[in-house]
Structure formats: structure tokens, C-alpha cells
């Protein structure tokens, strides 16, 4: 596994469309690191800025679980988030939940 500000770098080098901010990406990285949680759950998988942040954070902890969906995402496409998450050597921690319709959560709006 890469530097937590290293992978994030290549994260924002890589995108052209709006993320979330970095100063927001580091709080969730310190907060994960403080907290210690096992699992993690997160919606929106997008560029990957969040993901890698707390993914990065999970395995200085010692390990544990980002379990992602993503509701804009088609099924079966391999995201840049994904990819970034691959990119640091920190998709051994993450689950990507495709199915839809899940208890709880909407499925995509009607055309």
C-alpha cells in the first residue's frame, strides 16, 4: 500500500470532474484512524476520493471492511473509484454492492 497523501494525489490528478473537497478527504482519513471502525458503508462510489481515504485508513488500522454502492453506477462498470481503489493496493478491504433494490434503498429513478 502506497502514502494515504500519495494515493490521494493520484486520485485528484486523475480527475476531471468534481470530488469531493481534499480537506474533506483527509477528515474522513483522520477520522476512520481515530474511530477504528471494522466496517465502514458507503454510498457513492465516484472518483474514489472518499474511498481511498477511508480504505487507506482501514488497513493502517490493521484492517477491516469499505462496503460501497453506488446508485448512479451501472451494474457490472468498473468505476474510477474502483480503479483508484486497485491502484493503491486497497481493493483486498472493499466490497462493491451492485445489486439493486436493496432493503432500504431506492432503485435508480424511472426514465
Do not use: W
Not at 12 to 28: G, K, Q, W
Not at 47 to 64: D, K, R
Request: hydrophobic share 35%.
Amino acid at each position: 500500500m502506497a502514502d494515504f497523501h500519495s494515493l490521494l494525489e493520484s486520485v485528484y490528478a486523475s480527475c476531471s470532474e468534481e470530488t469531493i473537497h481534499r480537506e474533506h478527504a483527509e477528515a474522513l482519513h483522520m477520522a476512520v484512524r481515530h474511530y477504528r471502525p471494522k466496517t465502514i458503508v458507503e454510498v457513492g462510489l465516484a472518483n474514489g476520493a472518499s474511498a481511498v481515504a477511508m480504505a487507506s485508513a482501514l488497513e493502517s488500522n490493521g484492517g477491516g471492511r469499505l462496503v460501497s454502492t453506488d446508485p448512479n453506477q451501472p451494474t457490472g462498470s468498473r468505476t474510477r473509484g474502483v480503479a483508484a481503489l486497485e491502484a493503491g493496493g486497497l481493493s483486498g478491504s472493499h466490497e462493491l454492492v451492485e445489486r439493486r433494490r436493496q432493503p432500504g434503498l431506492p432503485g435508480p429513478p424511472a426514465p
